[in-house]
């Protein structure tokens, strides 16, 4: 190997533990395409995020206590006591917001442009796993608070596992450890918020290793076969992401300090009451497009199927998609079809906040339609009849057209 | 055999987060039904959960009663939902998705049935608590519960 460090102790301890010249290939060399645009920088926007909520979320857990009693209170005492307990929160629950924005790009990003194509069908099906245990995560850590929609949303959730014929119901009383919400659960939640976080850096692990695999793809979306085609990736990305951090913080920082609450709901700052439902339960926004499929169908167990295989049906987009060009820029009808996904991801979002009645229910039924068809007859299809564009062997083609 | 040992090792773990001894000792109650007047009705905690006692008036057992029960959902007779038709005792927890349905208060919305209403999901139960219209799939259940004297009952 190449002596890479000057600096004699650091190269005596990665001779011995060569995590240095490991993080040196990943961060310093690492050849990455030349011509990736700012749609790129939401991978690492989504790594720092996940960074600064576990940060955000430690200090939480040294002032929070998981009892049905004191956790509504514990939150206020957070809100009011603790030396910027507000703060901290505030970084905590909008955070939740804005990397569940930042992941959302990032996965409309790989659709665009084909980035889960091979070779890098492991690479997304990571992040689709990554995107459930976010899920999982985001649900647990909104309970806590303890109160109005914290409760009642873990009502409506875990009840969706009543649906399973014939064992449901002992499995929901498994999950709450009693015969309703209550502090077993309460603490159960509390512990496995803490946990899964962790398992997420974990499989972000196995998402980059698989990512330097082959490389980041690209907006051109061909292999790049030519050296001059790839530049280390510092210091132009690193540059380039801390660019994007800037731009990051500075929304980031809007919402925290001018409209904490704007993305969250008021209810949530009643204490829970297990005998008082609110008149119009809601999830919060990122969970609403998912949310209108569950309400889309007549039948509970059909609901919920259809709402786990929206998110399930990710996992195999690699083959549904038959066709072989990776970009959209070259497919002129998917293209088309690609906007008209994002467009209805949007109404079943919107429809989601409605209550599921009369013209929204409606809505909401052609909307799931068309968000499955996508996938299931949009994408093979077009992979065999769409006449697409030349692709040209090269990425400097393109840029010198312009 | 290993495997069948270590699947046998993980049990205590699983079990460990089923209902502790204390959450199952609370398991019965006993409620006193003399001061609910007729047509009105006291909602009572069991296990956690909401119990609706409904002091049922003569309209409401007779609508409950001649409704035709081939057109429901989840067809059940009338009687068998109750001990004395007056009192009608059931779980309070819409069978869709857990919310608490309305129609307690008599200015509650009671629903197209005049009975309860999930403002959730928008299912419809009718004063007899059996589903009528929405996506709820099965009647709200009926607790166990015995008639100690005439004016008092014990859940569970």
């Known amino acids: ?402 | 055999m290993s495997a069948i040992g270590a699947g046998l090792a993980v049990w205590p773990f699983i079990d460990s987060m089923n209902p502790s001894a204390d959450v199952l000792a609370t398991g019965v109650k006993e409620v006193n039904l003399d001061n609910i007047k007729k047509g009105s009705s006291i909602t009572v905690k069991w296990r956690g959960k909401p119990i609706f006692i409904k002091h049922r008036t003569d309209e409401e057992i007779k609508e409950a009663q001649e409704v035709n029960i081939n057109q429901l959902k989840d067809p059940q007779k009338d009687q068998d939902r109750v001990v004395h038709p007056e009192w009608l005792v059931i779980i309070g927890i819409c069978t869709h998705l857990g919310c608490i349905p309305s129609g307690q208060k008599n200015t509650d919305t009671k629903g197209d049935f005049n009975g309860w209403f999930c403002p959730c999901h928008g299912s419809h139960y009718d004063s007899s608590g059996r589903i009528r219209k929405g996506p709820a799939p099965k009647n709200l259940q009926v607790p166990k519960y015995t008639f100690i004297n005439k004016n008092k009952i014990r859940i569970g």
């Open chain 1, 1 to 402: 190997m190449v002596k890479k460090f000057k600096n004699k102790t650091l190269a005596w301890l990665d001779y011995r533990l060569p995590v240095f010249s490991v993080l040196h290939e990943a961060l310093v060399t690492h050849p990455t395409p030349r011509n990736l645009n700012y749609w790129w920088n939401f991978g690492s926007l989504a790594g720092i995020t996940l960074l600064i909520m576990i940060v955000s979320g430690l200090v939480l857990s040294m002032h929070y206590v998981p009892h049905v009693d004191h956790a509504f209170d514990s939150v206020e005492h957070i809100m009011r006591d603790v030396n910027y307990g507000w703060l901290i929160r505030y970084i905590h629950s909008v955070g939740a917001s804005m990397f569940f924005l930042i992941v959302y790009i990032h996965i409309a990003r790989g659709l665009y442009y084909g980035s889960y194509k091979s070779p890098r069908e492991v690479l997304w099906g990571l992040g689709i796993i990554i995107f459930m245990l976010m899920i999982a995560t985001s649900f647990l850590g909104y309970t806590l608070p303890w109160g109005q929609m914290s409760f009642w949303g873990a009502t409506v959730i875990t009840n969706i596992f009543t649906a399973i014929p014939l064992i449901g119901d002992n499995i929901i009383t498994w999950i709450w450890g009693g015969y309703s919400i209550d502090n077993p659960t309460l603490n159960r939640f509390y512990s496995l918020h803490f946990l899964i976080p962790f398992l997420i850096v974990g499989v972000v692990f196995f998402h980059i290793v698989a990512l330097h695999k082959f490389g980041s793809n690209n907006p051109v979306g061909i292999d790049l076969t030519n050296k001059k085609e790839k530049i280390p990736f510092h210091p132009y990305y690193t540059i380039k992401d801390l660019f994007g951090f800037g731009i990051f913080f500075t929304i980031f920082s809007l919402f925290i300090f001018f409209a904490p609450n704007v993305l969250g709901h008021p209810d949530n700052y009643i204490p829970a009451d297990p005998l008082v439902t609110p008149s119009h339960i809601v999830p919060e926004w990122y969970f609403l497009p998912f949310y209108a499929m569950l309400r889309a169908v007549p039948d509970k167990l059909l609901g919920v199927i259809v709402m786990l295989s929206s998110l399930f049906i990710l996992f195999i987009i690699p083959w549904l998609d038959t066709c072989k060009i990776r970009s959209s820029k070259f497919r002129p009808f998917y293209k088309q079809f690609y906007w008209i996904f994002i467009f209805n991801f949007f109404i079943l979002m919107w429809v989601g906040s409605k209550v599921p009645e009369g013209y929204f229910l409606i809505i909401s039924r052609i909307s799931t339609i068309y968000y499955f068809a996508h996938f299931l007859i949009v994408m093979p299809l077009l992979g065999k009849f769409e006449k697409t564009l030349p692709v040209p062997n090269n990425i400097f083609v393109i840029s010198q057209k312009k």
